[in-house]
């Protein structure tokens, strides 16, 4: 069974910065995904097997960063310059693929974390 653990969630105002994990049972393609009241989930970031290759959504490109320690088998996602509409449930997702695979379609990933809320105050 693989596990997905989602960390760092939290309240923040406008203009800070947060940091999340997602520690897997094993190496996988990763990406972020996340949901905001009323909304359907949406793709965030994702990086490959190896972790040399990412692709962002337009809305968080040159704000987010994605990093993968394959040692560690984690994901970080770091999140600057914050603004209230980023302000969702955060999803840490796996996928089984070949190294160089990225994927940012939601049906792709086999593996889902719970989620962590991430708040931004205006």
């Known amino acids: 069974q693989v596990q997905l653990v989602e960390s760092g969630g939290g309240l923040v105002q406008a203009g800070g910065s947060l940091r999340l994990s997602c520690a897997a049972s094993g190496r996988y393609a990763m990406g972020w995904f996340r949901q905001a009241p009323g909304k359907e989930r949406e793709f965030v970031v994702t990086i490959n097997w190896v972790g040399d290759s990412t692709r962002y959504a337009d809305s968080v490109k040159g704000r987010f960063t994605i990093s993968k320690d394959n040692a560690k088998n984690t994901v970080y996602l770091q999140m600057n310059s914050l603004k209230p509409e980023d302000t969702a449930l955060y999803y840490c997702?796996?996928?089984?693929?070949?190294?160089?695979?990225?994927?940012?379609?939601?049906?792709?990933?086999?593996?889902w974390g719970q989620g962590t809320q991430v708040t931004v105050s205006s």
């Open positions: 997702a796996a996928r089984r693929a070949p190294y160089y695979s990225i994927s940012v379609a939601e049906d792709d990933y086999n593996y």
